[in-house]
T-cell receptor, first 109, second 114 residues
Framework: GQQVMQIPQYQHVQEGEDFTTYCNSS?????IQWYKQRPGGHPVFLIQ?????EVKKQKRLTFQFGEAKKNSSLHITATQTTDVGTYFC?????????FGKGTSLLVTP | EPEVTQTPSHQVTQMGQEVILRCVPI?????FYWYRQILGQKVEFLVS????????KSEIFDDQFSVERPDGSNFTLKIRSTKLEDSAMYFC????????????FGPGTRLLVL
């Protein structure tokens, strides 16, 4: 079955450093969604990518969808302490959303 | 902005007891979901529900689990005989038109089975 994998599992950066998390699916995805979960919170939708090779930006966040629609990345430029949380990618699988294990980001001031 | 709500926020129960977790999805949404997240782990799909029927369920969603939309607003998850390993955060989510859209998650119910 479809598996969605994310690396790294954890990342600890100094405030101002960049951060990237990578997502890989074992199957081609119709779209990929990214969610952020703050400690103790619930997943909050960030973005959806649909097209092969698509790149979208949200302020300091840059999202990419691979040409083969099997991988994706989230890059944060100049991290801030407000970026702390776990970032999940998720791909549709039938009527379900299949989440990766997430990358937990810790930002030290 | 409309949001998904869930009650209770926390539930403590004894092993073997039944629990019902409640959710009120966003009012114009048609697809509803339950997920669970064991502490420190990933969000796991349990079940999707549309037009008063289960659309899909995972292997986690066994005979001990059931879902219902008892009225026009509530969406419930029942666990008939809780086990220790059911302890987790349970999230309800809804989408307007299906899984390819943004999923709006509720704040979750933290279930602790003793």
């Amino acid at each position: 079955g479809q598996q969605v994998m994310q690396i790294p599992q954890y990342q600890h950066v100094q405030e101002g450093e960049d951060f990237t998390t990578y997502c890989n699916s074992s199957t081609t995805l119709s779209n990929i969604q990214w969610y952020k979960q703050r400690p103790g919170g619930h997943p909050v939708f960030l973005i959806q990518l649909v097209k092969s090779g698509e790149v979208k930006k949200q302020k300091r966040l840059t999202f990419q969808f691979g040409e083969a629609k099997k991988n994706s990345s989230l890059h944060i430029t100049a991290t801030q302490t407000t970026d702390v949380g776990t970032y999940f990618c998720a791909g549709p699988k039938g009527y379900a959303l299949n989440f990766g294990k997430g990358t937990s980001l810790l930002v030290t001031p | 902005e409309p949001e998904v709500t869930q009650t209770p926020s926390h539930q403590v129960t004894q092993m073997g007891q039944e629990v019902i977790l409640r959710c009120v999805p966003i009012s114009n949404h048609l697809y509803f979901y339950w997920y669970r997240q064991i502490l420190g782990q990933k969000v796991e799909f349990l079940v999707s529900f549309y037009n008063n029927e289960i659309s899909e369920k995972s292997e986690i969603f066994d005979d001990q689990f059931s879902v219902e939309r008892p009225d026009g607003s509530n969406f419930t998850l029942k666990i008939r005989s809780t086990k220790l390993e059911d302890s987790a955060m349970y999230f309800c989510a809804s989408t307007r038109q299906g899984v390819l859209e943004t999923q709006y998650f509720g704040p979750g119910t933290r279930l602790l089975v003793l």
